[in-house]
């Protein structure tokens, strides 16, 4: 049976089942004995700032820096990455990264179980990974052993895919992204991978095509592309293919199976402002591939909880063109002071604006305290070479709502764009005063630095300003899942709308059957204004479901623009849609400037949120019952008093 909750961390959470056990099970800190010490949120946040600060110069600074990261800490206005809130001063041996990228060095047994090994060693750690097998020779490849020919790059996946399985983090496995460019001549076999009914090959990895502006070109063309590999030991191999048969398999098993992802990697490179350094150069992502990363780089996440932002929460509908007019010619205080007078719901920017500040210099501690628990010497050299960190957003549908936006409108597209480019400037600005006072990241070369195309986009002053005096980090955006961390926080996950309004809750107690839990919104809307259900609820609580999938893909586009790594978001269809549907969701993607892209069609995969529509013939009344994890989409296992997620360990 799961642990009691304490009835002190239950009342904190008011009577919250869900998020008090994810705090209480997942990060509240614990002797040496398993014991948790901390009962309640504030204690977390105490620790986790004194933590943090520890690492500043003198204790002038060490208190100051304490007492402001506590206070965006407090109310979970600022979530840092799940890593950091269970391992900031705790004694056990664990990373406060939460993941990593690991290359596989050459062509060879050595190279393939050496980076087995450093996943071993990550995982132990508490780390995800990311791994890219495109160096890795085709099959039919000739080989100096026995075995005369290569069983080629795919036929090690499950290897790596079981190190994953093997490996457990306090009750979980660990997290892998296995990618390959879709120019190598196993490109198929790659694609095809976990086409089993059952889902047994690689089920502990995720899987994604890093695709090339040379296919998306041919696909459009109806052209010829060309796979190939060349190494000095095989030479060259060439197969020339029609790049839509290509693009028909990866769009097919998308569809039948909500994998591979597909990552724009010319993109990503394009807009990436590490790229000018080979050893900043990105190589590969981690596994929800919102961070795209060097060799042995790291993700150090956190992620700002927009709906902690929002003025007068559900005042009136504010003229969003008219409120970043003001911001831009008069001020940030007069455009919230006009929306005041308007009665608007509006976003808080001041306070915004010191939870990004506070953020960054959060983080980039984050760097130095977390440089001795690295579980490879690579990842320590890696991560202080280039200080990248992973700034990012969470509770952005909560904010629209709360400012009565629907999230699929021009509205909010114009909001979202305004909104991330100011968080964007503000980063990157006191990414430049920190290093006025502790230096620039090792590899800042400065002329380098602001001629990449990520940095021309940042405010003319900022760019000056890096010229000038350099910056802190290499790269600083980044827009996460979330999961656990926006399940703890409150709100939803990353840039995702609303998955349901409601859905269904197991009773801590099974022989209490289930019970109908609300969005924490749709909650506080019925209460304030009266109604019995959603069928009462306005027009902007919209759910992903109901979406347009153009829409989605041209709101992840537009944030994009303003994130120097990239966006985790998937895009969820209906059960009718069709491959080639799919196909033309990617291909927009792409011509929007995404870096990467994951589709979820109702019914292609086991589980998830089951909707009203999928749920009618055992319910009537039930928006959305719990057949899957919420957050990640994996499967669930019965755990005595609850279900437990086998990917991230969110208890329902």
């Not at 890795?136 to 895919?161: H, Q, Y």
């Not at 150069?281 to 780089?297: F, H």
């Not at 409120?323 to 006009?338: D, L, N, P, T």
Request: aromatic share 10%; glycine share 8%; charged share 30%.
């Amino acid at each position: 049976m799961g642990a009691k909750i304490p009835e002190e961390t239950l009342r904190w959470f008011g009577g919250d089942e869900l998020r008090a056990r994810v705090f209480y099970e997942k990060y509240a800190l614990r002797d040496e004995n398993g014991v948790q010490i901390e009962k309640t949120p504030p204690e977390m946040w105490k620790r986790v700032a004194k933590e943090i600060a520890s690492v500043e110069e003198d204790e002038k600074k060490r208190e100051l820096y304490s007492s402001l990261f506590y206070e965006i800490l407090s109310d979970f206005k600022f979530i840092p990455g799940g890593r950091i809130m269970f391992g900031a001063g705790n004694k056990r041996r664990a990373t406060l990264l939460n993941c990593y990228y690991i290359p596989i060095k050459e062509d060879s047994i050595e190279g393939i179980f050496d980076c087995a090994k450093e996943m071993a060693r990550t995982y132990s750690f508490g780390g995800g990974v990311g791994i890219d097998i495109t160096i890795l020779r085709p099959k039919g490849s000739p080989v100096n052993n026995s075995a005369i020919f290569s069983t080629g790059a795919v036929s090690f996946m499950d290897l790596f895919s079981k190190v994953t399985g093997t490996i457990g983090q306090a009750g979980r496995r660990g997290a892998l992204m296995i990618t390959i460019e879709d120019r190598h001549p196993d490109i198929f076999d790659f694609i095809d991978v976990k086409d089993d009914p059952l889902r047994l090959n690689v089920r502990f990895a995720n899987i994604s095509v890093k695709v090339s502006d040379e296919l998306m070109r041919k696909v459009k063309e109806n052209g010829i592309f060309t796979l190939w590999f060349e190494s000095e030991r095989v030479k060259r191999i060439e197969i020339r293919i029609r790049a839509r048969d290509l693009w028909s398999r990866i769009c097919n098993r998308a569809w039948s199976s909500a994998e591979p992802g597909v990552i724009f990697w010319d993109t990503a490179r394009r807009f990436s402002p590490t790229e000018y350094d080979e050893k900043m150069s990105i190589k590969g992502c981690n596994p929800c591939s919102e961070q795209m990363l060097e060799d042995y780089g790291c993700c150090n996440l956190g992620n700002i909880n927009l709906m902690k932002f929002v003025k007068n929460v559900f005042g009136k509908k504010p003229d969003v063109e008219k409120f970043w007019e003001i911001v831009e010619k008069k001020g940030i205080e007069k455009a919230m002071e006009y929306a005041e007078s308007r009665g608007w719901a509006y976003p808080d920017l001041l306070g915004l604006q010191k939870v990004v500040r506070v953020g960054m210099r959060f983080l980039d501690d984050v760097l130095d305290y977390s440089a001795p628990r690295h579980p490879l010497p690579q990842q320590r050299e890696a991560s202080l070479y280039t200080r990248r960190t992973g700034l990012g957003a969470t509770g952005l549908a909560d904010m629209l709502c709360e400012m009565r936006i629907k999230y699929d409108t021009d509205s909010a597209v114009y909001m979202m764009d305004k909104l991330f480019e100011f968080i964007k400037n503000t980063a990157y600005d006191e990414s430049v005063e920190i290093a006025k006072e502790k230096g620039s990241f090792p590899a800042f070369r400065r002329e380098k630095h602001v001629d990449m195309e990520f940095v021309k986009g940042i405010n003319e002053e900022i760019r000056e300003k890096i010229w000038n005096f350099g910056i802190r980090n290499a790269c600083l955006l980044t827009i996460p899942p979330v999961g656990s961390g926006a399940i703890l926080g409150g709100t939803t996950g990353g840039i995702e709308p609303i998955f349901a309004l409601s859905y269904i809750r197991r009773s801590e107690s099974l022989s209490q059957g289930t019970f109908k839990v609300y969005h924490w919104l749709v909650a506080l809307y019925l209460a304030e204004y009266g109604g019995k259900g959603e069928e009462d609820l306005p027009d902007f609580f919209i759910t992903a479901h109901q979406i347009d999938p153009k829409m989605r893909v041209r709101i992840q586009g537009v944030i994009q623009k303003h994130i120097d790594s990239s966006i985790s978001s998937t895009v969820n269809l209906p059960k009718s849609t069709t491959p080639e549907e799919i196909g033309k969701i990617y291909e927009l993607a792409w011509e929007y400037g995404c870096k990467g892209i994951t589709v979820y069609r109702e019914g292609s995969r086991e589980g998830v949120l089951i909707t009203e529509e999928e749920y009618k013939s055992k319910s009537e009344d039930f928006e959305a019952v719990f057949e899957n994890c919420p957050e990640c989409g994996s499967s669930l296992k019965s755990s005595n008093s609850h279900l437990v997620c086998r990917t991230c360990g969110i208890m329902i």
